[in-house]
């Protein structure tokens, strides 16, 4: 069917018809859409029905991804691009009539996450595949993802995203997979010979439905699953018993939407604590119906339960899947039969972890009362597990209650997720050099003297696939001819491109590219703004979710200070910019969406001043998404990676914009002390603290932000104009609570302190850009770096140090 152009197109043609009942020639985009994602379903289904066979029959290791979020993005593009088809299809299409291009536009985005964590999730599983492992991901199949972002008058409004409005063609429906997972009620201890029993009573049950999804490798052979999960109701006749007749269909609704609320949306906050009863719910469905799933398949394998870690590894994405450490410990000793020690040595052994943030706001902390009430048995393992792990504290350290108290796993009234994650885990990783440093050294400290071997950094990652043969097709090609098609499997052989950063014709080449991206991002924003962008100004782009320690307000606060220098001198000699921003907050970030109006209003104010003369332009481009991501990153010039140090973990926006030629403007935090290393001082552009002096001006004190303001005429002009009436100030105070939060809160996140180091760098930024050559060069040299970022890179470092698995080649 996918053999040659000809098969392809006689292949979609006829099932085209046969499907929809109507002639070519009165298909929409949107019948193309369907037909061909059906079509590369069927041409997968062998595959995937064969990798799970060879997995089965060969008895090997698997990995179970945790994670609350996956954000995948759309697929077909991806899917062809894995099965070597891509090209074919786009050509077969055109002689038809069609756009690829247009028909990618028609799939729904699957924003199953919130930013940066649930993207290297989706990176890793298409890693996973692509390097031959068996690993699979584990997460929840929510009705809504994340919400759509649209802006109104400069504000940020949110609507629900029905992203399964419309079918979804790369799921399957696996009934026969269901499981049940139980919820409330109360524990009855028994005793049978001399071992105890528990008994859950007076549960309620959510059956839990997997959903599949296919996930396709680049060599198309190997196809892995993510198993989402949605809760449904089941008829519960030992519930329903003894109620009043006429009452009994009220209370299953009642229960049936409870229960249906449970995958209904993904929470919208990033990186920050939501301590919701119906999160800890959530978090529970997906570690419950994981793990009996997991099981299941190993019962298959007709071994004896001990050898379960050798043929299971678990790993949970931050601590949000925690609870599959209690869980597995009920069912390995509730349903299993086996004694405590034996239980805690296979769990241990099962489960690694990796750390997301630093951030005290999103540390986990689940009150001991909602677990005891929600899981009850989870309840008492949990107590049990900590109860061990404190005598162990204080066997080691007599009398250091100190000590104690700072690791326990529970606290006061709280369960620590993290500590619990830690204490259980074989392996805790951070997500960059720095951040892992941060927490064996400060954060997390103690546990690393109690336990020195079991952290360990593992730098994030992005598929090139993705990020750069899907995204930037004309750069791919212009590697392959340049290097050869090596790359494609080893990308950190992109380092061959090292050799051509100073021959002029490949410059042109690679600034050719860039400039053709830079249109089609302008006429996407002509589309959607109805303005006309210069694509030779400098495309200055910073998109990420809107946090404040990401630091969206230095950027906007610099360029009002730009504006101002114009207003002051309108002859002003820079090079055009062209300022972009993408960015979602969380419904209830109020300063977050202050800022997001902020940026608004002063893009409005420079797109109508006719003294700024195009000098600088500001867009604001709604719903930032993968889909939006894989249309900005290959445009920009500039990659704005400006977070207050110490605060972005790894970061993995950076290692996209690298990988498509742009020039960081980065604080060194997060991979962007990676990046630094490779590519040195003349290949990126540094400003501002370090992370030592930012951890130190928090343990010391020391910063005053009033100082800045009084002694930088820049700064008090530009916060003023915050609050005062004038072009920017002051329909609702809008703008007060940002001026706040620098002035009378000192400025938390340091944007005043690095504002003059920013504005300097960014002055040279003009100066570079004026020399083609040497941008170019610059460019070049961090292309040619930024294999080192592929997820395939990370994912052997895993799969070798962590996971204990190998590549399973299927012939
Ligand atoms: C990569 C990505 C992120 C993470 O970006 P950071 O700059 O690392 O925060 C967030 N959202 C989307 C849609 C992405 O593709």
Not at 114 to 133: E, H, I, M, T, V
Not at 205 to 214: E, K, Q
Not at 338 to 364: C, F, G, K, P
Not at 382 to 393: K, V, Y
Request: hydrophobic share 40%; aromatic share 10%.
């Amino acid at each position: 069917m996918f053999t040659n152009k000809e098969a392809f197109k006689e292949a979609f043609v006829d099932r085209l018809v046969s499907s929809l009942g109507k002639p070519l020639e009165e298909a929409s985009d949107a019948d193309v859409y369907q037909v061909l994602g059906s079509l590369v379903r069927a041409q997968i289904g062998r595959n995937w029905a064969d990798t799970n066979q060879k997995y089965k029959n060969g008895q090997e290791k698997q990995v179970y991804y945790f994670s609350m979020e996956f954000l995948i993005g759309r697929l077909l593009g991806n899917n062809l691009l894995n099965m070597g088809v891509l090209e074919m299809v786009r050509d077969g299409l055109a002689d038809l009539g069609f756009r690829l291009q247009d028909i990618e536009e028609q799939e729904a985005d699957a924003g199953l996450g919130n930013g940066g964590l649930g993207r290297l999730a989706a990176c890793f599983l298409d890693s996973l595949a692509s390097l031959q492992y068996a690993g699979h991901g584990c997460g929840i199949r929510y009705k809504y993802g994340l919400f759509e972002q649209k802006i109104v008058d400069g504000y940020q409004v949110e609507l629900p995203d029905t992203w399964l409005q419309k079918d979804n063609v790369w799921e399957v429906r696996r009934e026969d997979k269901s499981v049940d997972v139980r919820f409330w009620g109360r524990i009855e201890t028994g005793k049978t010979g001399d071992r105890l029993t528990f008994e859950h009573k007076d549960y309620e049950t959510v059956r839990a439905v997997a959903y599949d999804i296919p996930i396709i490798g680049a060599d198309r052979r190997h196809v892995n699953t993510l198993r989402n999960w949605s809760a449904e109701s089941i008829l519960q006749p030992d519930r329903t018993r003894g109620l009043e007749a006429g009452t009994d269909y009220h209370k299953f609704l009642e229960y049936k939407r409870s229960v249906e609320s449970i995958s209904e949306f993904l929470y919208p906050d990033d990186s920050q604590y939501e301590g919701k009863l119906l999160r800890l719910k959530q978090q529970y469905f997906l570690c419950s119906a994981g793990l009996q799933s997991i099981l299941r398949t190993f019962s298959k394998l007709n071994l004896p339960l001990s050898a379960l870690p050798d043929k299971v590894a678990l790993h949970i994405n931050d601590t949000h899947p925690t609870l599959v450490i209690p869980e597995l410990m009920r069912i390995l000793m509730d349903d299993k039969g086996l004694e405590w020690d034996e239980a805690w040595s296979m769990t241990t052994r099962m489960v690694s972890y990796t750390n997301h943030t630093i951030l005290s706001e999103a540390l986990e902390k689940w009150p001991v009362n909602m677990v005891r009430e929600l899981l009850p048995r989870v309840h008492m393992i949990i107590e049990e597990i900590n109860a061990r792990f404190c005598a162990q504290l204080l066997d080691r350290y007599p009398g250091d209650q100190n000590r104690i108290s700072q690791m326990a796993i529970i606290y006061g009234d709280q369960v620590r997720m993290a500590h619990l994650a830690i204490v259980a885990s074989h392996s805790v990783n951070g997500v960059a050099a720095l951040h892992t440093d941060i927490l064996r050294k400060r954060e997390m400290k103690l546990f690393d003297e109690f336990y020195p071997h079991r952290f360990n950094n593992k730098t994030n990652g992005i598929t090139h696939r993705r990020w750069l043969m899907h995204a930037n097709p004309e750069l791919a090609s212009l590697i392959t001819e340049a290097i050869g098609p090596r790359w494609i499997r080893h990308p950190q052989e992109m380092i061959g491109l090292i050799k051509l950063c100073e021959d002029a014709s490949f410059q042109q080449k690679i600034g050719e590219i860039k400039r053709s991206n830079k249109l089609r991002l302008a006429e996407y924003i002509k589309n959607k703004h109805h303005t006309d962008v210069d694509p030779d100004s400098i495309f200055d782009v910073q998109v990420k979710r809107l946090h404040a320690y990401k630091r969206q307000l230095l950027n906007i606060l610099h360029i009002i200070h730009l504006y101002n220098q114009i207003k002051a001198s309108p002859g002003l000699d820079m090079v055009p910019r062209t300022f972009i921003f993408g960015a979602k907050a969380a419904p209830s970030y109020h300063l977050a969406k202050r800022i997001i109006k902020l940026i608004n209003t002063v893009a409005d104010i420079v797109q109508k001043d006719k003294d700024v003369n195009g000098k600088i332009r500001i867009f604001f481009l709604e719903n930032y998404s993968v889909s939006l991501a894989e249309k900005i990153i290959p445009a920009a010039d500039i990659s704005e990676q400006i977070s207050t140090a110490s605060k972005e973990a790894s970061g993995t926006g950076n290692m996209k914009f690298m990988m498509n030629g742009a020039l960081t403007v980065g604080t060194l935090d997060g991979a962007n002390v990676e990046m630094h290393e490779m590519v040195g001082d003349g290949n990126m552009f540094l400003f501002g603290l370090s992370a030592q002096q930012v951890m130190d001006y928090y343990q010391y004190g020391g910063y005053y932000a009033r100082d800045m303001y009084n002694s930088d005429s820049r700064i008090k002009e530009v916060l003023e104009q915050l609050i005062t009436p004038g072009p920017i100030c002051c329909y609702h105070q809008d703008f007060e609570n940002i001026y706040r939060s620098l002035l009378d809160n000192n400025d938390e996140f340091f944007v005043l302190k690095d504002f003059p180091g920013y504005v300097e760098t960014h002055v040279e930024i003009d100066r570079a850009y004026r020399n083609r050559s040497e941008w170019l060069k610059k460019s070049i040299i961090n292309i040619a770096h930024s294999g080192k970022f592929s997820s395939d890179n990370t994912i052997s470092r895993y799969a070798s140090e962590i996971w204990n698995i190998r590549p399973i080649p299927l012939v």
